[in-house]
Each structure stands twice: as C-alpha cells, then as structure tokens.
C-alpha cells in the first residue's frame, strides 16, 4: 500500500513502483510529495556503488549523468503513484539546462528535489535539482514520456 498523503515512500515501494534495480535504482527513500507536483528524496551514496571503481580509484566521484538519472527517477515516482500511471516506464525525451555545481562523494546524502512544471497527454516537463548537505550540486530541466 503506497501512502499518497505525501508523507514518503521507502525501498519497498520505491520498487513496487520503479522497474529500476541494482546497479541503477538511484532512490533510496522519499521524503515527500505531491503527487503530480513535486517530490524530494534521499539517495544516500556509498564508496560501495559500483561505478567508483572507475570514476575514479583514486577520487571517487558520483558521474554527473547518474545525478541526472536520479533526478528523473525521482520525477517518474510522482507520477507513478497515480493509478492510471502504474506500469508505465519513463522514458527520457530531452534534458536541458543541465548544470554541475559540485561534487558527489561517498558519504554523502544526496536529495533530489524535483518540481512538475506540465504535463499533457503522456508527456511530462520537469524541473530538477540535486543537493548535498544544502549546496546545489546540479540542476537540470528534465522531459519524458510515460510508455508502456
């Protein structure tokens, strides 16, 4: 049972939702939401995430296209809690703006906070931030489309 009062979702429902899995479900909780609004959640980064091992052994930093992703994971949740939305998988249509603002290291609690600009039909244009500890690490405008 997902609770659409907008008070979070954890792993469990994150995943009854999100067709993502290991290495690349990048939410690992919501805090809150309005469904077909905004959200804001928690990604909590770990020297354990498999893409450190190459970006980079010796200054592990999270790619910036992963920040990204997390943020269109996240929008695609606010929309996948609605009943006419189950089952669809977001699929990415454009990125704009896209701006890097600061590294994400291991240890840090990453939160994505992702506002829904519009959406018409299947169609959906969003507006993306992340941060770690308050500072802006990236930004972006983000559109999908809902297919299924």
Known sequence: VLDK???GLDINQ?????????????VDRVISFEPLKRIKALKNVTNNEEYF???????PVMPGVLLIEGMAQ????TLLV???HKG???FFTGIDK??????????DQLYFEVEIIRIKN????????????????AEADLMFVLGG
């Not at 994150?14 to 990048?26: A, D, G, S």
């Not at 896209?98 to 240890?107: E, Q």
Request: proline share 10%.
């Open 5 to 7: 009062g907008g008070t």
């Open 14 to 26: 994150i995943k009854e939702l999100l067709p993502h899995r290991y290495p690349f479900l990048l």
């Open 53 to 59: 091992n190459g970006h980079f052994p010796q200054r």
């Open 74 to 77: 996240t929008a695609g949740l």
């Open 82 to 84: 609605e009943e006419e």
């Open 88 to 90: 669809k998988i977001p």
């Open 98 to 107: 896209a701006r890097f603002r600061r590294p994400v290291v291991p240890g």
């Open 122 to 137: 299947n169609v959906c244009w969003a507006k993306g931030k992340a941060t770690v500890d308050g500072d802006l690490a």
